[in-house]
C-alpha cells in the first residue's frame, strides 16, 4: 500500500483542500475546477489547541506568588555571582588582549547591574514581608 496519499494530503493544506472534495461526480472538483469554496479546509481545531495552550501558560504564569518570585530571585543573584566570578578569572588571565579586557569589562558591568537590580527586588520584598513593631494606634 502506498503511502502517497497521506504524504500529499498533510504536506500542504491546498492538497487538502483538494483532496475533501468529492471527485467524482458532476458537482465534484474536476466539474468546478479544482476548488470547491463550501469544502474549505478548517484549522478552528488548530486554533482552539493554540488557544487551550496560552490559557494553561496563562494561568501557570498567573499562579506564581510574591515569595516564588523571591525564590527565583535568590536562585538569580546565586547564578549572578557565580558568572561574575568566571568573568573576574577570564580577566585576571594573563596575556589577553586590551580588546578582549574591554570587553569582559564591560560584561562584568553589565552582569553587576542585574544583579544589583536583582538585590534590590529581595531588599524590597524582604522589607515588605518584614513584620512591624510599631503600631499605628494613636493615644
Avoid: C, W
Amino acid at each position: 500500500m502506498s503511502l502517497d496519499i497521506i504524504k500529499r494530503n498533510s504536506g500542504s493544506p491546498f492538497h487538502l483542500q483538494r483532496s475533501i472534495v468529492p471527485q467524482g461526480d458532476e458537482n465534484g472538483a474536476y466539474s468546478q475546477g479544482g476548488y470547491d469554496p463550501e469544502h474549505v479546509y478548517s484549522n478552528s481545531g488548530l486554533v482552539a489547541g493554540i488557544s487551550a495552550f496560552g490559557k494553561t501558560v496563562e494561568a501557570g504564569l498567573g499562579a506564581i506568588t510574591d515569595s516564588d518570585r523571591n525564590a527565583m530571585d535568590v536562585k538569580k543573584k546565586a547564578r549572578l555571582e557565580k558568572r561574575e566570578s568566571k568573568i573576574t578569572d577570564k580577566i585576571n588571565q594573563e596575556g589577553i588582549s586590551d580588546k578582549k579586557s574591554e570587553r569582559l569589562t564591560n560584561r562584568l558591568s553589565r552582569v553587576d547591574k542585574r544583579k544589583e537590580a536583582t538585590q534590590s527586588r529581595i531588599d524590597e520584598y524582604n522589607k515588605n514581608r518584614k513584620t512591624s513593631l510599631l503600631t499605628d494606634i494613636e493615644e
